[in-house]
């Protein structure tokens, strides 16, 4: 910084403490006295410059932590949801895969029906018969004997499950 006639000129009053340790450092520098407090007057302003931004990168980086952990808890709660999606998805398979099988024979024609015929159609699966099988899951019908109920009863708890957990499951997420 050179001194001429247009370089305005600040007067400031300051304490004789202040105006020895201006001196200090200007003998310490080998500068002269303007030389010092200019050089300290522009290190301080840029000191709090970058003090204000730090503040606002701060700030601005604290936002961005809770948006990230918020995210974090959504990701995770995604992540559980489709972990249960694919837990009922996989019983819900072998549950299809349990009612394909035979669980005893029509008791008008004596065909072989499978957990399907008697829970879904309720019809017995051949096209000559077609008789309704309804009443074997009662028990007092005729030939009811001829089916495993026991099967039929795990059959229709485990629907009963399945349908029960995506019941409270549909109850929670509202
Ligand atoms: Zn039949």
């Given at each position: 910084m050179t001194a001429g006639a247009a370089t305005p000129i600040l007067y400031v009053r300051i304490t004789p403490a202040l105006r020895?340790?201006?001196e200090a450092y200007r003998v310490e520098l080998a500068q002269t006295?303007?030389?010092a407090v200019t050089e300290l007057l522009e290190r301080g302003?840029?000191?709090v410059?970058?003090?204000a931004s730090v503040?606002?990168?701060?700030?601005?980086?604290?936002?961005?932590?809770?948006e990230l952990a918020l995210t974090r808890i959504q990701l995770a709660e995604a992540n559980a949801a489709l972990r249960a999606l694919h837990g009922r998805e996989q019983e819900l398979k072998t549950l299809g895969e349990r009612a394909e099988l035979p669980v005893g024979s029509c008791p008008f024609c004596?065909?072989?029906?499978?957990?399907?015929?008697?829970?879904?159609?309720?019809?017995?699966?051949n096209p000559n018969c077609g008789r309704g099988l309804t009443s074997l899951l009662l028990g007092s019908g005729a030939g009811s004997k001829d089916l495993d109920r026991t099967e039929l009863l795990v059959l229709l708890g485990a629907l009963g499950i399945i349908v029960g957990a995506?019941?409270?499951?549909?109850?929670?997420g509202n």
């Open positions: 020895r340790q201006l006295l303007t030389a302003l840029a000191s410059a970058n003090g503040q606002e990168l701060e700030a601005k980086a604290g936002g961005l932590e809770q004596r065909k072989e029906v499978r957990g399907t015929d008697v829970l879904l159609t309720q019809r017995c699966p995506a019941y409270l499951q549909s109850k929670a």
